[in-house]
């Protein structure tokens, strides 16, 4: 069974020392994590990059949550996580952009599935702003001074409009 999304924020320490004292220690190849008995045990590299990372946030003045990526979001978490609005992402779910499960009449949604979703929606941007930038290469537009480019828009705009 998934984890519900009752992971607790943890919001970052008013004793900032200490947690640059960890930072210190995780800023090294190899830590050490000791037990109550005094028992040493090397902490895995992923537990370390992990550690890291959170210890980072909080530095930073962070809050953080962990959560297992098969952790199920009710619909305004998911749509809080995306920064959209809950009917919005209602109608992504409805459109099968986003899988989901149904549990009674309320959605859920698997944390790995929104992630996925929002990497997949970061590459989009990301090629269309290549395809934007390739495009305005290729028409000179890198060439013009900001008011040509505003006149060259201007055009472009009356020229939609006249269709």
Known sequence: ??????????????????????????STPVA?????????????VEVHELLSHVVDALRHGQAITVA?????????QAAEMLGLSRPTLVRLLEEHEIPFERTSRHRRVRLDDLLAYRERRRVERR???DEMTRQAVADGLYDDSGADYA???KGARKSGDSR
């Open 32 to 44: 050490k994590l000791v037990g109550p008995d005094g028992v040493a045990v090397e902490l895995p």
């Open 127 to 129: 090629s269309a702003l």
């Open 1 to 26: 069974m998934a984890a519900t999304a009752s992971s607790p924020v943890t919001l970052p320490p008013k004793d900032v020392e200490a947690v640059d004292e960890v930072a210190r220690v995780l």
């Open 151 to 153: 006149e060259a828009l």
């Open 68 to 76: 297992p990526v098969s952790m199920r979001l009710t619909t305004s």
